[in-house]
């Protein structure tokens, strides 16, 4: 077990060279990795964004397309309601 001023003594040569390693290349390069990481993070929200967008449009013609051929299709019954029935006319 350590005693005295070895503990102190060794937990900041450590702190130094945490600092000293974490400042320099290997630092810079975990950091960039991190960022990198982010980044690509980023990217495939944007991604996904423009795909839920696009859906959005689609379902919206599909919405568009719906109403047009209800539309006709009610009409058709108006139409239909409208003319005489073929057994009616002979009768």
Aim: proline share 4%; hydrophobic share 40%.
């Amino acid at each position: 077990m350590l005693n005295g001023p070895e503990l102190p003594i060794i937990v900041l040569f450590m702190s130094l060279a945490a600092i000293f390693v974490l400042r320099g290349p290997l630092g810079r390069a975990i950091g960039e990795r991190i960022g990198a990481r982010h980044d690509a993070g980023d990217r495939e929200l944007q991604d996904l964004k423009g795909e839920v967008e696009d859906l959005r449009h689609q379902l919206y013609e599909v919405q568009e397309r719906l109403d047009f051929a209800e539309r006709l299709l009610a009409r058709q019954d108006e139409r239909a309601g409208a003319l005489p029935k073929g057994g009616d006319a002979h009768g």
